[in-house]
């Protein structure tokens, strides 16, 4: 939770797991990815224009490089123009198509690698 003058700013849950259903090929290979999800800002903070997401988001690729993670991952809606561009801006790439599950919510998955992935390296030097 980020907080401005004691008031919640905004929020986001990192963790092992992915908070979302995964295919086979939903992301690019990665050894101990992390997933992010729940990245939330205030109304008042979107409203004065504080950076509370970008904070957010580098928070947690901090936290996620210092626990050993290789990967950050994230789901989000590509409806939300906003949030999808500033998770790109600050490194993750979209993944694969944009899916549309049973009840038509649409998600776009996102991927950031934070170390150079051994599969991936191992296979470029062949």
Do not use: Q
């Not at 907080?3 to 050894?31: I, N, V, Y």
């Not at 993670?69 to 993750?92: Q, S």
């Not at 198509?97 to 296979?123: F, M, Q, W, Y």
């Amino acid at each position: 939770m980020l907080r401005h003058e004691g008031e919640p700013a905004g929020m986001f849950t990192l963790s092992w797991e992915p908070p979302f259903a995964l295919d086979p090929d939903a992301f690019p290979p990665a050894l101990r990815p992390a997933y992010l999800g729940r990245l939330a800002v205030a109304p008042a903070r979107l409203a004065d224009g504080a950076p509370v997401g970008a904070s957010c988001v580098r928070r947690a690729l901090e936290l996620a490089a210092d626990n050993g993670a290789d990967a950050l991952r994230a789901e989000a809606n590509p409806d939300l123009t906003d949030t999808v561009k500033l998770l790109e801006l600050l490194g993750l790439r979209r993944h694969a198509r944009v899916l549309t599950d049973a009840e038509g919510r649409r998600t776009v998955r996102l991927h950031k690698n934070l170390t150079p992935c051994p599969i991936t390296a191992s296979k470029e030097r062949r």
